[in-house]
Structures are given as structure tokens and as C-alpha cells.
């Protein structure tokens, strides 16, 4: 039976608004990125001219490093790297806090090199499975925990979290000055991080089999030259054109597929935001205000900004305007803690527990909440004492 061309009309109306509706729900901070980039156009409209200045706003550097560190995760997760680790480091353990001091501490250590969403993504799972029958409270506690950890823990390294990366890169921070400015933040972090874990009962636990992954030593050995070589563009050895032009060879070459996992949206979402930011240095009066709303107050700016549109879109847009990039990374990064929105790595752990079995997701956000808050605070105090903020 044929459908009447009015009927048919509506029906693909339909299917493309629920198309666009699930979209927007999946990519938030892309829309809101994109939509950012597309009305700061107006004060520096993409006519043939400006086009040069358009090219020079998008930092291609962090672009390419930030594609070759996601494309050696995938590929590292593909080799079944991840999955062995969560096995072998969970063997033999039994009682309850015992679980969740240890997946608190690989969460911390883990996000320093494969960054706070990965590491999130890899043992939020395993979490779940080994508390599936313990108390709520147990597994509530545990998850705030291991978000906390994975948030503070990677801001530890150059490639810990995307922020971290883009100022490394666009600021030509020192190794060492980066890790001196974020040792002090980094230990109280380890300690906040397990903190809550003597709330938990160190009772027995039902033992949970994990299923044996073998290892794919061909692509194992691949990406670990392949990350070796992001290591070596991190520290300036070799330039980003050679690391991703040789990561992007070595894929089609051997491993196609791991392209397909590749986090193209955060891509997309950084060159949408150095568009929408090199567009507003285009206004004089606006980068005077905002130069002047800086000003000696980057840490506290940049850690609220974040709690509103998320601690990396604030690194990009902050970044604009001022040179103080010791006291954006020392704020961009605690401003990871507070809502679930100043770490896009939280929504990670929110998402996937809310769609488990028996989540009490009003409870969790609320424990959630109030430990974020005061850690906040907590953090911005230590900046104040350091004579940083």
C-alpha cells in the first residue's frame, strides 16, 4: 500500500526532527560549541578575506597530537590491553573496600596516561560488576570515588585530559614547570580521592568471574611504538605532522578498523571553539572586558566558567585572553570538581550507572554533588594558601 505524499511528507519530517533531537542529547557540547562558532560570525564574518585569520584561530597542533593519543587508546583497548589489566589487578581480591581502594587507585594512575573519560569508560563497568550485590550506598560511594580519582588523577600529565593538552601545546609549557605547578593539587588529590572509601563496610563480596581476554601482541607492539611516538611529539622531539601523518599510515596499514573509534566530536568541538574564540578577538571592547575580568583572577574564573560549559571549552575560550597559563591549568583542572557538567569525564560514570540495574541516580548525583562541591572549595583554599589564585 502507498502512503499518501502528504503522509510520507510528514513522516520523514518527523524522522529527521527525532534524528536531530537524538543528536543534540548525544552531542550537547558539540551543538552548543557549534552554535557558539556560528554566532560569533557575526562580528567576523567568513568572507574570502578573513579566511587566512579563520585557518590561523584553529590550533592544528593540538588537533593532531589530541587525534594520535585517542587513536593509540582505541588501539590499546582493541589489543585487549584494558580488559587483561581489569582482570589481573581485580584477581584475588574480596572484601568490599578492599575492591574499591584498589579501582580508586588504578582509576587515578590509569587517567594520567589514557585520560579521565578512558579510564572511566574501562573500569566504571567493572565496578558495577563487582558490586552488583552490594549496598547502594557501597556502590554510590565507590563510583563518586573513582570519578573524583580519574578526574584529579589526570591532571597530573601533559595527556591526562584534553585541557591539559591543548595549554601544554599552546602555551609551550616546561615538563617540569607543568608538574611543579600541579604536584600539590595532584597529592591532596590521591587523598581526596580515597577518602570516602573508609565509608565503605570491608564486608565479603560474591565472587564475580571475569572472562579471560587474550592479548593481540601485533597490535599491542603497534600502538605502544605509536604512543611512544605522541610521547615524543608531547615533549617536542618530533612535530605533530610526522605523528599523525605516521599514525594515520600505521592504522590504514594494519589496523583499519580502530578508526572507527576514534572520538571525532571532541575533535569537531575543539575546532568549533577556536573558531568562536579567535571570532571574539576580532572585538576590541570584549577582549578588554574579559582581559580585565582575568586579570590576576584566572584560577577562580576559570574554574566556575567550568562548571557551567565544562573545564576543556573553558581552557579553549579562556585561553584567548590572557598569558597566565600556570593559573588556567591550576583552574581548568580543580574545575573539574563541582557539577557533573565541569567534567565531561563525570557524565561518563553518570550515564552508564543510570542505565544499570536498580540505580538510584537522584541519590547518587546528590552524594556526588556535595563531595564536588567541597573539594572545590577545598582546592581553590589550597590555591589561595599557594599564592595562585
Not at 45 to 68: K, S
Request: glycine letters at 6%; aromatic letters at 8%.
Amino acid at each position: 500500500m502507498t502512503l499518501h505524499p502528504q503522509v510520507q511528507s510528514r513522516s520523514r519530517a518527523r524522522f529527521l526532527a527525532d534524528r536531530i533531537r537524538t543528536f543534540i542529547q548525544s552531542e550537547a557540547v558539540l551543538t552548543i560549541a557549534a552554535l557558539a562558532a556560528i554566532a560569533s560570525m557575526a562580528a567576523f564574518p567568513p568572507v574570502l578575506d578573513n579566511l587566512p585569520a579563520y585557518l590561523d584561530a584553529i590550533d592544528l597542533r593540538t588537533i593532531g597530537l589530541l587525534f594520535c593519543l585517542m587513536t593509540v587508546v582505541a588501539g590499546f583497548t582493541r589489543a585487549g590491553l584494558l580488559a587483561r589489566a581489569r582482570t589481573l589487578l581485580t584477581r584475588g581480591q574480596s572484601g568490599a573496600r578492599r575492591i574499591v581502594l584498589l579501582l580508586v587507585t588504578i582509576s587515578f594512575f590509569a587517567s594520567m596516561v589514557v585520560t579521565n573519560d578512558v579510564a572511566l569508560i574501562s573500569f566504571v563497568p567493572l565496578t558495577l560488576l563487582l558490586l552488583q550485590h552490594a549496598a547502594p550506598r557501597t556502590l554510590i560511594i565507590a563510583l563518586v570515588a573513582q570519578t573524583v580519582a580519574a578526574n584529579l588523577g589526570s591532571m597530573m600529565t601533559p595527556i591526562g585530559n584534553p585541557q591539559n593538552i591543548y595549554l601544554y601545546s599552546t602555551f609551550n609549557i616546561n615538563l617540569g614547570t607543568f608538574l611543579a605547578t600541579l604536584a600539590p593539587y595532584g597529592i591532596l588529590g590521591l587523598a581526596a580521592s580515597l577518602l570516602p572509601c573508609v565509608l565503605i563496610p570491608n564486608e565479603p563480596l560474591a565472587a564475580n568471574e571475569l572472562r579471560e581476554t587474550s592479548i593481540n601482541r601485533q597490535l599491542l607492539a603497534i600502538y605502544s611504538v605509536l604512543f611512544a611516538l605522541a610521547l615524543a611529539c608531547v615533549g617536542r622531539i618530533v612535530s605533530w605532522e610526522l605523528c599523525t601523518l605516521v599514525t594515520i599510515a600505521a592504522c590504514l596499514a594494519f589496523d583499519c578498523s580502530v578508526l572507527r573509534h576514534i572520538d571525532y566530536s571532541l575533535l569537531a568541538t575543539f575546532v568549533c571553539f577556536f573558531i568562536f574564540v579567535g571570532n571574539l578577538k576580532h572585538v576590541d571592547a570584549l577582549v578588554t572586558a574579559l582581559q580585565g575580568l582575568l586579570a590576576g583572577r584566572e584560577v577562580l574564573v576559570s574554574a566556575l566558567t567550568s562548571q557551567v560549559i565544562s573545564n576543556v571549552p573553558a581552557a579553549i575560550m579562556l585561553s584567548g585572553f590572557t598569558h597566565n597559563a600556570a593559573s588556567l591549568l591550576i583552574g581548568t583542572n580543580i574545575g573539574g570538581l563541582g557539577t557533573p557538567v565541569a567534567s565531561l569525564a563525570s557524565l561518563i560514570t553518570l550515564r552508564i550507572y543510570a542505565r544499570s540495574g536498580n540505580a538510584q541516580t537522584g541519590r547518587y548525583l546528590l552524594y556526588f554533588l556535595v563531595y564536588n562541591v567541597i573539594l572545590l572549595a577545598l582546592f581553590l583554599a589550597l590555591a589561595c594558601v599557594l599564592g595562585q589564585a
